[in-house]
């Protein structure tokens, strides 16, 4: 009996790793960067350090005016370099989707690292969970200008059905996610008309059909206060959701149900947007978003279902 129990244990065992592996051989990663030569080295060392190493990492040049090229082809020629002349990091990602070899996609933006364990961990999670799942994100460290961070309540990730929250915020971190690229290719890809918020949009249109699954461990270290972050350069980033949100209705990408609260976070940004532009004395944004505001208001009855 304790023969055959350790000979089903060893079965077990064996049956496991083959299963790992054979998920373990299909991770592709996908890095967009711009003029980010020392972050970007930081962020490769933390993916060549996982205990489960990807298949492919895959580099995408936003068009970086430094040493970016020259370090990854010169330290890391097994890395696929490529260049990307659309400006826009949804562009970059886009290019590494569609080029990756592999099952599933893990993002991680130049300027973040990721623990050692992230990718092994997310696959264990694919592994054992009960239901077929697409989606898997995990928690993170946030850093600014070297200071820890404690992250608000709002900003607290969760998994499963994730659209009521993806509607308020972006809820999920690009850097933390690891998606089967069969996702991409049933949503569509990263919309880069956007500017910015094109992960949130993103977001939405998939949590809309798939529900997330969710690892409560940090296992991304998220740095911010950069110069270059995009969140720096544009004001009021509810401008840009609200264009995401008035293209996923109009688009009929959203259920009924789902359109009601659309419709509902819909009129609220626009609210905020119109407050912060008269607080700025911001005339021309006041009037653009109070002319989009009485537009949507007048289709009131289209969003009120019994």
Same mark, same amino acid.
Do not use: C, P
């Given at each position: 009996m304790i023969i055959l129990s350790h000979l089903k244990k060893d079965l077990k065992t $064996?049956? =496991? #790793?083959?299963?790992?592996?054979? *998920?373990? #051989?299909s991770i592709s990663v996908v890095i967009p960067t711009l003029n980010r030569c020392s972050l970007l080295q930081r962020a490769i060392e933390s993916v060549l350090k996982q205990t489960l190493v990807p298949s492919e990492i895959i580099v995408v040049d936003n068009g970086s005016t430094d040493d970016t090229k020259k370090m990854v082809c010169s330290l890391y020629p097994n890395i696929n370099y490529l260049t990307e002349e659309k400006s826009g990091v949804s562009a970059a990602r886009n290019k590494g989707i569609k080029i990756a070899k592999s099952d599933w996609i893990a993002f991680l933006d130049s300027d973040d690292i990721w623990e050692s364990e992230k990718l092994e961990k997310q696959l264990i999670s694919y592994i054992n969970h009960k239901t077929e799942i697409r989606f898997i994100h995990t928690n993170e460290?946030?850093? %600014?200008?070297?200071?820890?961070?404690n992250q608000m309540k709002k900003h607290q990730k969760s998994g499963g059905n994730l659209f009521n929250n993806s509607l308020k915020l972006c809820c999920i971190s690009p850097s933390s996610s690891m998606i089967k690229k069969k996702v991409f290719e049933d949503h569509g890809f990263f919309d880069e008309k956007l500017k910015v918020c094109e992960d949130y949009d993103m977001w939405i249109r998939i949590t809309a059909k798939e529900e997330v699954a969710y690892l409560s461990e940090p296992l991304v270290i998220k740095h911010g206060g950069h110069e270059d972050q995009l969140s720096k350069? $544009?004001?009021?980033? &509810?401008?840009? %959701?609200?264009?995401?949100? #008035?293209?996923?209705?109009? &688009?009929?990408?959203?259920?009924?149900?789902?359109?009601?609260?659309?419709? =509902?976070?819909?009129? +609220?940004k626009l609210n905020i947007?119109?407050?912060?532009?008269?607080?700025?004395?911001?005339?021309?944004?006041?009037? #653009? $978003?109070?002319?989009?505001?009485?537009?949507?208001?007048? +289709?009131? *009855?289209?969003?009120? $279902? &019994?």
């Open positions: $064996y049956i =496991e #790793e083959m299963l790992f592996k054979q *998920n373990y #051989e460290t946030w850093i %600014r200008n070297g200071k820890f961070l350069k $544009y004001w009021g980033m &509810d401008r840009f %959701r609200i264009e995401s949100i #008035e293209k996923n209705i109009n &688009d009929n990408w959203f259920s009924r149900e789902q359109n009601k609260l659309a419709y =509902e976070i819909l009129i +609220k947007v119109i407050s912060g532009a008269n607080k700025r004395s911001n005339k021309k944004v006041f009037e #653009e $978003y109070s002319e989009k505001l009485g537009s949507w208001l007048s +289709k009131s *009855n289209s969003f009120q $279902y &019994d």
